[in-house]
């Protein structure tokens, strides 16, 4: 039963796209059945191939080493607040879990590292390959098809710069399709924090992040021309201009660009944080069913139908519609910092691990305007067609997540 309602979800969300299509007669059967085939088929062989599947939790080994020579770094940094030796007798361990000085810092470790890969020709290799398979399955052109695979390990604004001399020449389906793409991926990294956020609710949590990124590419792309139809393909040979001069270059940039990425998500947290405690205190005047009315509720009742579309069973549909809606109106860490701390009766194995798919992506109110900017700011020619994008292509990148969330309740069991 559960399996069917997946199925639904994938029809009901591709028909939500068609429904709003700005030309609903140019509906692409071939690039959707395309699409489709090849999110089913790479979720098959991510989930179901014991060796695939088990080579996955390798990378768990990978997390923790990142966060034991992070940790070496911000004990050394930050002292006891870093995850030191504290100088007093600790009656509390988690009192001394800081976000800002033990967790976070793993984004700046991340970027260096990420930066670094890329300048010796590591991950480029892996995105022409990824890219190859959308251009060849998907008939796409060769910008959209490198801007497209270069989200999985990028941020939705660095991934355009690798093909920023055609973005002048994108058709207006094409660049509303890489903006679908860049808000139902997350950045390479912030991968490892999540991962390490819900290790220890969800077994090999880094292996599906990283899958989840894969599987919402072919979804952003064919619900992105299923609502912009056009045939035209900008064709493309990107990514072989060097981004950094040398490694240590490469190592400089990734550990500032990590940087001004920590700042932003302190300040983010503090900012959000309060709001929605500012909006929890006025709905609590509020009582519904006997309990006082809270911003989480009210977000699972109105998403409670897209979880249950995903194969989440209805008794837990509310609790993960919430999760939904943290994750649109405030951000994916969040959500995802909310789920790890889920009472385990609340949500069963399989949910959790749909909602940790239907999470893993950008699509935020705060993202489209950071989109909005960085956009313009490379292509400022057509600001005023990027902002009409933007903000519409939120809709993409928010159900791709749920259809790759659906696509994984199709093939997992209770």
């Not at 940094?77 to 988690?94: E, L, R």
């Not at 967790?103 to 480029?124: D, F, K, Q």
């Not at 999985?152 to 389906?173: C, D, K, N, V």
């Not at 064919?222 to 950094?244: C, F, N, Q, V, W």
Request: aromatic share 8%; with cysteine; glycine share 10%.
């Amino acid at each position: 039963m559960l399996q069917v309602q997946s199925l639904g979800g994938l029809v009901a969300f591709i028909g939500v796209c068609w429904l709003i299509s700005e030309n609903r007669q140019g509906f692409p059967w071939r690039l959707v059945i395309a699409g489709l085939f090849l999110q089913v088929i790479l979720a098959a062989v991510f989930l179901t191939v014991p060796a695939i599947r088990d080579s996955l939790q390798v990378l768990n080994g990978a997390v923790t080493a990142l966060q034991n020579a992070t940790g070496k770094a911000t004990s050394f940094v930050f002292g006891y607040a870093g995850g030191g030796s504290p100088p007093f007798v600790v009656t509390d361990p988690n009192a001394l879990v800081s976000i800002a000085f033990g967790i976070l810092p793993l984004v700046i470790v991340m970027s260096a590292l990420s930066a670094l890969l890329w300048h010796w020709r590591i991950l480029p290799l892996i995105v022409q390959g990824f890219a190859f398979v959308l251009e060849r399955t998907m008939r796409i052109g060769g910008a959209l098809g490198f801007g497209a695979a270069a989200n999985i390990f990028l941020g939705m604004t660095e991934s355009p710069l690798l093909i920023r001399p055609y973005l002048e020449r994108l058709t207006r389906s094409e660049l509303f399709a890489l903006f679908a793409c860049g808000l139902s991926n997350v950045a390479g990294t912030v991968m490892v924090i999540y991962a390490a956020m819900l290790g220890n609710a969800i077994p090999g949590a880094i292996g599906h992040i990283l899958v989840a990124s894969v599987l919402s590419l072919p979804a952003s792309i064919l619900l992105a021309k299923i609502m912009i139809p056009g045939d035209e393909a900008t064709s493309a040979d990107p990514g072989r201009d060097a981004l950094y001069r040398s490694s240590m270059d490469a190592v400089t940039r990734g550990t500032e660009d990590g940087m001004r990425m920590y700042l932003s998500i302190i300040a983010m947290l503090i900012a959000v944080t309060a709001l929605v405690a500012l909006a929890n205190a006025m709905l609590g005047t509020l009582s519904v069913d006997g309990a006082p009315l809270t911003f989480e509720r009210l977000a699972g009742w109105v998403f409670a139908p897209i979880a249950y579309l995903m194969g989440i069973p209805y008794e837990e549909s509310v609790k993960a519609g919430s999760l939904l809606g943290i994750k649109t109106v405030l951000n994916e860490f969040i959500a995802y910092q909310t789920l790890a701390s889920v009472p385990a009766e609340d949500l069963a194995p399989r949910s959790r691990l749909i909602m940790l798919y239907g999470l893993c992506g950008f699509a935020n109110l705060a993202s489209v305007g950071i989109l909005i900017a960085g956009m313009s700011a490379l292509v400022p020619s057509r600001k005023d067609e990027i902002v009409g994008l933007a903000l519409k292509s939120l809709i993409p990148g928010t159900l791709a997540t749920c259809m790759t969330g659906a696509v994984v309740g199709l093939l997992t069991t209770g």
